[in-house]
């Protein structure tokens, strides 16, 4: 088979492609990547040489170069991980994330269509659903929870969910949603809350927890949903949406205070920072669909993923050193300068 992935030069992306060439050796994969401030050439290294894989820097907005790219792979399958995924910087500047994540969604699910294409998989997100009180912990989000968006990123990629599914509908387009809750783990962009506060941490820099910090988010390890993804092209039912979590529910606050812990730094180094614009309170996956009819389960546990990932960040410290050094100083200080 061959296998599109976009946006494989990112967190989630990289991570999957990592995966399927271990576990599928005999698939071709085709990473179509624009290499935005979060796509990382690098990262694709490990990958770079071998015979079944290729690399292609390109949008998923434009029309000809997606057309073109497959017409010469004629893909089998079309795994959609690209897109703008910073909540923080959908509240700076939405237009990119509109953009990229509603109008890639279209310009890519035309081509599936276009070149009969087997399976479109789109990658999206537990926040599509909003979120829920921390007083009702009974509450979780199934398939079936109304789309509910808060933040501009939110609301694109909740957009391009309905997209997904009218092409279903419509033309008969053969999709499958996946919905995940908070990833983290190796290659996780330095702007999101675990890898900035590890690498803060490292520099004894301030940990700008927002708010008080009590907003519950509930963690995965990348690993994990690469796996269910995998489960779901291969076994997954046209036309569905699987929710994907671990019920794996952590504070912020205490998020931070492990990663403190574990790297040896004071507490003292976290600072309350104002609040993100709409915040979401808690995000909280019920899994049980993906659980009976694929046999998913999350296989890492929380205390060891984030040991493993630490350790990571310890040991790959060129791979985000680079990163920080670059424009994403600009990004640090407009959004924590005077926050
Ligand atoms: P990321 O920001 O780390 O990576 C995004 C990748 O997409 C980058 O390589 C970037 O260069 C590429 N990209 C961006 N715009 C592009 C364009 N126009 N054309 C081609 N490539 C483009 O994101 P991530 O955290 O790896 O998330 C991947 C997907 O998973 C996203 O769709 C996101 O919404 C979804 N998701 C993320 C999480 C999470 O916790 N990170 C959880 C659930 C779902
Ligand atoms: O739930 C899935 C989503 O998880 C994905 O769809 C998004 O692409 C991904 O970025 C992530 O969104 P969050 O907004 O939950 O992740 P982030 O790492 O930005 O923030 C996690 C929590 O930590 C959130 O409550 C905000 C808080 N936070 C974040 C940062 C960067 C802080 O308190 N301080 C910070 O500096």
């Given at each position: 088979m061959t296998i599109i992935v976009t946006g494989g030069a990112g967190f989630i992306g990289a991570n999957f492609i990592f995966y399927m060439m271990e576990h599928h050796p005999e698939d071709r994969i085709v990473c179509l990547d624009k290499?935005?401030?979060?796509?990382?050439?690098?990262?694709?290294a490990p990958v770079?040489?071998?015979?079944?894989f290729r690399f292609v820097r390109a949008d998923i907005c434009d029309r000809e170069a997606v057309h073109a790219l497959f017409e010469e792979e004629r893909p089998d399958i079309v795994v959609n991980f690209a897109a703008e995924s910073h909540v923080d910087r959908s509240i700076e500047d939405p237009g990119v994330f509109l953009r990229t994540n509603i109008l890639g969604t279209q310009t890519l699910m035309d081509a599936c269509r276009a070149f009969g294409v087997a399976r479109y998989h789109q990658v999206s997100t537990?926040?599509?659903?909003g979120d829920l009180p921390?007083?009702?912990?009974d509450l979780f989000f199934t398939e079936q929870t109304p789309i509910h968006t808060s933040s501009p990123y939110s609301a694109s990629k909740a957009s391009a969910d309905l997209l997904v599914l009218a092409y279903h509908r419509t033309y008969g387009l053969p999709v499958t949603i996946s919905r995940c809750s908070n990833n983290y783990g190796p290659?996780?962009?330095?702007?999101?809350?675990i890898p900035l506060m590890i690498a803060n941490c490292l520099a004894d820099k301030p940990l700008p927890v927002y708010g008080e910090g009590l907003n519950v988010r509930d963690w995965l390890y990348v690993e994990d949903h690469c796996r269910a993804i995998d489960l779901i092209l291969r076994r997954g039912r046209v036309g569905e949406v699987y929710n994907i979590g671990g019920h794996n529910e952590m504070r912020n606050i205490d998020i931070v205070r492990l990663i403190c812990r574990e790297l040896g730094k004071?507490?003292?180094l976290i600072t309350y920072v104002a609040d993100r614009k709409g915040h979401d309170m808690r995000y909280a996956i019920d899994p049980a669909k993906i659980h009976s009819e694929l046999g998913w389960l999350p296989q890492t546990k929380f205390a060891d993923g984030i040991r493993k990932t630490i350790a990571w960040y310890l040991d790959n410290r060129e791979w985000w050193e680079t990163i920080l050094s670059g424009e994403y100083q600009d990004y640090y200080e407009r959004m924590y300068g005077n926050r």
């Amino acid at each position: 088979m061959t296998i599109i992935v976009t946006g494989g030069a990112g967190f989630i992306g990289a991570n999957f492609i990592f995966y399927m060439m271990e576990h599928h050796p005999e698939d071709r994969i085709v990473c179509l990547d624009k290499l935005t401030y979060a796509g990382n050439f690098s990262t694709l290294a490990p990958v770079m040489g071998k015979e079944n894989f290729r690399f292609v820097r390109a949008d998923i907005c434009d029309r000809e170069a997606v057309h073109a790219l497959f017409e010469e792979e004629r893909p089998d399958i079309v795994v959609n991980f690209a897109a703008e995924s910073h909540v923080d910087r959908s509240i700076e500047d939405p237009g990119v994330f509109l953009r990229t994540n509603i109008l890639g969604t279209q310009t890519l699910m035309d081509a599936c269509r276009a070149f009969g294409v087997a399976r479109y998989h789109q990658v999206s997100t537990d926040e599509v659903y909003g979120d829920l009180p921390l007083d009702r912990p009974d509450l979780f989000f199934t398939e079936q929870t109304p789309i509910h968006t808060s933040s501009p990123y939110s609301a694109s990629k909740a957009s391009a969910d309905l997209l997904v599914l009218a092409y279903h509908r419509t033309y008969g387009l053969p999709v499958t949603i996946s919905r995940c809750s908070n990833n983290y783990g190796p290659y996780h962009f330095p702007e999101k809350l675990i890898p900035l506060m590890i690498a803060n941490c490292l520099a004894d820099k301030p940990l700008p927890v927002y708010g008080e910090g009590l907003n519950v988010r509930d963690w995965l390890y990348v690993e994990d949903h690469c796996r269910a993804i995998d489960l779901i092209l291969r076994r997954g039912r046209v036309g569905e949406v699987y929710n994907i979590g671990g019920h794996n529910e952590m504070r912020n606050i205490d998020i931070v205070r492990l990663i403190c812990r574990e790297l040896g730094k004071p507490e003292s180094l976290i600072t309350y920072v104002a609040d993100r614009k709409g915040h979401d309170m808690r995000y909280a996956i019920d899994p049980a669909k993906i659980h009976s009819e694929l046999g998913w389960l999350p296989q890492t546990k929380f205390a060891d993923g984030i040991r493993k990932t630490i350790a990571w960040y310890l040991d790959n410290r060129e791979w985000w050193e680079t990163i920080l050094s670059g424009e994403y100083q600009d990004y640090y200080e407009r959004m924590y300068g005077n926050r």
